[in-house]
């Protein structure tokens, strides 16, 4: 279950939400709050817990989080290499 913070950082982005999905939402939020405890005044906004779940969902998706990975490495090693070169380039021009 993701942690939905009560507070967010207001982004400004329109999602097309299809009236099942939104009524499947609601039942969401209705289940969480009450899964936690809360009252029903705390309940987190449709905001809040869309951006909860779309967050929880990238952070536990290996498969992409091994991409990012390997996308960040392979980024890193171009920018050392280039850098490697920059360098080299440097020392034989002085």
């Known amino acids: 279950m993701p942690n939905i913070p ?4 207001p ?3 329109v999602l097309i939400v299809t009236a099942p999905l ?3 939402l609601r039942a969401y939020i ?12 705390q309940a987190p906004s449709e905001s809040d ?6 967050k ?14 390997a996308e960040a490495q392979r980024k890193s090693g171009v ?3 280039k850098a490697s070169n920059a360098d080299v380039g440097d020392s034989t021009t002085a």
Do not use: C, M, S, W
């Open 6 to 9: 009560v507070k967010h950082t």
């Open 11 to 13: 982004i400004r982005k």
């Open 22 to 24: 939104e009524a499947k």
């Open 30 to 41: 209705a289940y969480y709050t009450a899964k936690q405890g809360l009252d029903p005044k």
């Open 49 to 54: 817990t869309i951006v909860a779940i779309l």
């Open 56 to 69: 929880d969902f990238l952070d536990n998706d290996r498969e992409f989080n091994r991409h990012l990975r």
């Open 79 to 81: 920018a050392a290499t």
